[in-house]
């Protein structure tokens, strides 16, 4: 079974959280992950988690709640993702910035990413703001369980692997906000959803019929053709009668086809016509 494009995207989305996920679980349980030293050893993750100390249990809540908190910006960022991938699409072929218009003929789409946006930008807020006690408690409490520069480099790098995860996110929230469009959370490449999904574009049609431009030529040339019967049948007509003057005669096309471009055809092929008709221009002018 083939996937539509919309779901490819909501797998490859649904891929990177599972990744994501382990930076998530390294990053906020600091006090179980980094080592650190009992006595004359290396502590397991048993002993970083049973050791009865006050600092030791008020970082593992801190742990705890912060996991809790980032888990639940990323259950926003996967819920706006999947909300970009339904109501909105990205198109190469289209500029960045051409949602700013089009979305202005679907009002309620433009104000449920609004509010999308906002949501995901304070969501990320909050996390942020648990992290960052988180990372100074659980500091504080590795430090005290000093086990050399194996505890620094891992505490360092589970760190980052948070911290650059909210930076980018961070930066995706605010420019979506402040410009009014939808950037992706998950895109290994910074883009934009710049249109709306084909499943909730209006649907436009032409409300009048183009007549081809064939038959134009063709009732353009019969009126010719009996114009000229007409005219050199009737000997009381001047012989000086010119060429626009016979043009005036003519019907007006734009009455009977919609497309008034084909009006001036009539003049582009006049020659052309009254050759095929056999109309002596001597006897028009």
């Known amino acids: 079974m083939k996937l539509s494009v919309d779901n490819q995207q909501k797998l490859i989305a649904t891929l990177i959280m599972i990744l994501e996920f382990y930076k998530v679980m390294m990053g906020t349980f600091l006090v179980i992950f980094v080592p650190q030293k009992c006595?004359?050893?290396?502590?397991?993750?048993?002993d970083n988690v049973t050791r009865d100390t006050l600092i030791n249990k008020v970082s593992l809540f801190s742990n705890f709640t912060t996991f809790i908190a980032v888990l639940a910006f990323y259950g926003i960022e996967i819920k706006r993702e999947n909300w970009c991938i339904n109501y909105l699409d990205i198109d190469p072929d289209k500029s960045n910035n051409f949602l700013d218009d089009e979305i202005e003929d679907y009002p309620i789409i433009k104000t449920d990413m609004l509010n999308i946006n906002k949501t995901y930008l304070n969501t990320l807020y909050i996390s942020s703001g648990f992290l960052i006690i988180n990372i100074g408690l659980s500091s504080v409490t590795i430090a005290n369980n000093y086990a050399g520069s194996?505890?620094?480099?891992?505490?360092i790098s589970f760190i980052l692997l948070i911290t650059i995860k909210l930076y980018s996110a961070y930066n995706v929230g605010v420019r979506s906000v402040q410009e009014e469009r939808a950037f992706s959370g998950y895109m290994t490449i910074a883009r934009t959803y710049n249109?709306?999904?084909?499943?909730?574009?209006?649907?436009?049609?032409?409300?009048?019929?183009?007549?081809?431009?064939?038959n134009a030529?063709?009732?353009?040339?019969?009126n010719i053709h009996n114009l000229s019967n007409?005219?050199?049948?009737?000997?009381?007509?001047s012989d000086q009668k010119s060429l626009p003057e016979t043009l005036e005669a003519l019907p007006v096309l734009s009455d009977t086809v919609s497309d008034t471009t084909l009006a001036n055809n009539i003049e582009d092929n006049f020659d052309d016509i009254v050759t095929t008709n056999k109309i002596e221009l001597t006897n028009l002018n």
Do not use: G
Request: charged share 20%; glycine share 0%.
């Open 39 to 46: 006595n004359n050893h290396v502590c397991s993750l048993s």
């Open 230 to 237: 007409t005219h050199n049948k009737d000997n009381s007509v």
């Open 150 to 155: 194996n505890t620094l480099t891992s505490l």
């Open 217 to 222: 030529i063709w009732s353009t040339n019969c």
């Open 195 to 214: 249109t709306i999904d084909e499943d909730y574009r209006i649907q436009t049609s032409e409300s009048s019929e183009v007549r081809p431009r064939s």
